[in-house]
């Protein structure tokens, strides 16, 4: 046989192998995804993590036409679901649905089975949202100012919810307590649903906790809301004055919601996930969803996540630090 005729059969042989190796690679995208893909919440039902992952994941189950289930694994602050994902097959169809609770404890512990930044690969920031300060009706302040003078009146008194230690309610309320200079003591819950209801009862005297799961407690008048952790006002919120403007200068600590991947799970599929989930959020179903939970969807690659991920682990460790908190 001639070159001429033995280059096309080593060209069509080589050109089937590589589309084979494509195929068969588990780290290909094309076709992604082709069975169920599965987001692993680690907070229970009716958290707003819980609840924004769930908008997420049906719009992802219509554009994939392939199921997208929402696997709640509640525990350790988050992390027992985020090891779960860390362990898994880097395929990219075990996905972790997380809040910056996940930056918190890697700021926070001092061990973990995981290396949050090199066991996780950030897929796509989803969301930001201001945290509420919300007290009991029955508690007599309605004021910012009002409970910090109420704390210091009594300290060691007063007491605080959170959805449990180490959670990112856990350290927005150490950083308001630091600021504001009270002595308050921390009662750890095991999940938001549970905290909000012993400010409802009288259990606990406040709690800094997301928008989605609390506005209807707030507008039926369960819970009173005296200030919001972000830079500027919320939209939902528009009479409740920021907790900097109202008694707390410089005081922020907005909650964030997020998609991570297992570390190795191939760039390709990396870059669709995040591509598609980017794609949802624009919707406009979503975005009217959203913002009625007092939510903004965020979006991006998932290199801007990255970046935006350490740098938050970098605060959250001058909170720790300043605070002298650390968890084993």
């Not at 069975?35 to 819980?50: A, E, N, R, Y």
Request: hydrophobic residues 45%.
């Amino acid at each position: 046989m001639s070159r001429i005729t033995q280059f096309p059969a080593r060209l069509s042989s080589l050109l089937c192998a590589g589309l084979l190796l494509v195929l068969a690679s588990p780290a290909g995208a094309q076709g992604f995804p082709s069975k169920p893909v599965k987001f692993l919440v680690g907070f229970p039902p009716g958290t707003s993590v819980d609840i924004l992952g769930r908008v997420v994941a049906q719009k992802l189950n219509e554009a994939w036409q392939q199921p997208v289930i929402v696997d709640n694994r509640p525990g350790a602050a988050g992390n027992l679901a985020a090891d779960a994902a860390a362990k898994s097959p880097s395929d990219g169809y075990t996905l972790f649905f997380a809040n910056n609770g996940i930056a918190v404890s890697a700021a926070l512990y001092r061990k973990l089975p995981f290396n949050p930044l090199e066991d996780l690969a950030p897929v796509v920031h989803v969301a930001s949202a201001p945290l509420v300060l919300v007290v009991a009706p029955a508690l007599p302040v309605k004021t910012v100012k009002e409970l910090i003078a109420l704390a210091r009146s009594r300290p060691g008194e007063l007491n605080f919810a959170s959805s449990g230690t180490g959670n990112s309610d856990h350290m927005a309320q150490e950083l308001f307590k630091s600021m504001a200079r009270i002595n308050i003591v921390h009662v750890p819950y095991k999940g938001s649903p549970q905290a909000l209801t012993g400010v409802i009862g009288g259990e606990t005297a406040m709690y800094l906790t997301g928008l989605p799961p609390t506005l209807a407690l707030i507008k039926a008048g369960r819970l009173r809301a005296l200030g919001v952790s972000g830079t500027s006002r919320s939209a939902v919120l528009p009479d409740v004055p920021t907790i900097a403007e109202a008694g707390v200068p410089g005081y922020q600590a907005d909650l964030w919601y997020g998609t991570f991947a297992p570390a190795k799970t191939a760039r390709d599929v990396t870059e669709k996930l995040s591509a598609d989930i980017d794609r949802v959020l624009k919707l406009p179903e979503v975005r009217e969803r959203f913002a009625a939970l007092g939510v903004t969807p965020t979006g991006g690659t998932s290199a801007s996540f990255s970046a935006f991920f350490k740098a938050d682990i970098e605060k959250w460790s001058r909170v720790a630090k300043a605070a002298g908190l650390t968890l084993d």
